[in-house]
């Protein structure tokens, strides 16, 4: 096989996964990881990958890099509807407690199925509070739902309310289960999001919480973004759409993370 051929399948590969590690394509082309090292090098001054410990990662994946909701909305939705699903069985009783609702498209399809729940008998009321407009959007008039929006300076790109007050008010709710979104959520690194101000109220959201549930599907995984708010200790469970790479399994096993794959 050709060098040139060799890079060009290598690249679909990175797109496709999303990492591959040098081992594994070591093993697939039945040549050397300096061969490979090469090829990666190559591929990489041409924009077709970045280069990280150990493998390489679309180049796409700047630990800077975020996308917009309306952008995120679109993409794995049928993944994320899986994950919502199983993060709404997670809810024990409809009709009271309190859930907090982070930003993020796989909370906002959270939110469209609590929305679409029957309304309990009686004057209980599931609370529910979020910092994401898009989210409040959804359930401000739901039948049996009590909204608490935290308040402060709204990230167009996310729509999230940021900043120290909301950091603030956060810190002051005990919620019954947090729902937390996240960009990265890696072995070593733990969850990370690539704003520093996003961060510092989902560790806000973390710290607070009876229980934390992070929902992230498989693109997610094994990722690093600039900035970290949680470790994989400070997580209760994490829901998502494939089974984690063995390093970050057995990691996230570790910290003592229970694994749905919904």
Do not use: C, W, Y
């Not at 082309?29 to 090292?37: A, C, G, L, N, Q």
């Not at 990489?44 to 800077?64: F, I, M, W, Y």
């Not at 229980?211 to 094994?222: G, I, N, T, Y």
């Amino acid at each position: 096989m050709f060098a040139e051929e060799r890079q060009q399948l290598i690249s679909a590969l990175v797109t496709e996964r999303g990492r591959v590690s040098v081992t594994e394509l070591a093993d697939r082309f039945s040549i050397t990881t300096e061969t490979v090292r090469r090829d990666l090098a190559a591929l990489e001054v041409s924009g077709n990958l970045r280069r990280v410990h150990g493998g390489a990662v679309p180049s796409d994946k700047l630990s800077t890099r975020e996308e917009s909701i309306q952008e995120r909305a679109i993409k794995r939705k049928a993944e994320k509807l899986r994950i919502a699903a199983a993060a709404l069985a997670m809810i024990p009783d409809f009709s009271s407690g309190s859930v907090l609702l982070d930003a993020g498209s796989t909370t906002e399809t959270l939110a469209d199925l609590l929305a679409q729940q029957p309304a309990a008998n009686g004057s209980d009321e599931l609370v529910v509070i979020t910092n994401a407009m898009p989210i409040a959007g959804k359930l401000s008039t739901v039948a049996g739902i009590s909204l608490q929006v935290l308040g402060g300076r709204v990230r167009g790109l996310t729509q999230a309310a940021v900043g120290q007050s909301t950091v603030e008010a956060a810190l002051r709710l005990r919620p019954d289960i947090a729902f937390i979104g996240t960009n990265g959520l890696h072995a070593g690194f733990g969850l990370s999001t690539p704003d520093p101000e996003e961060a510092a109220v989902k560790a806000a959201f973390v710290t607070s919480a009876r229980r934390v549930v992070a929902l992230a599907d498989s693109s997610k995984l094994d990722t690093e973004t600039l900035v970290q708010f949680a470790t994989l200790k400070d997580v209760d469970t994490l829901i998502t759409d494939n089974e984690p790479p063995a390093d970050l399994a057995a990691a996230l096993a570790e910290a003592g993370v229970d694994v749905v794959v919904a």
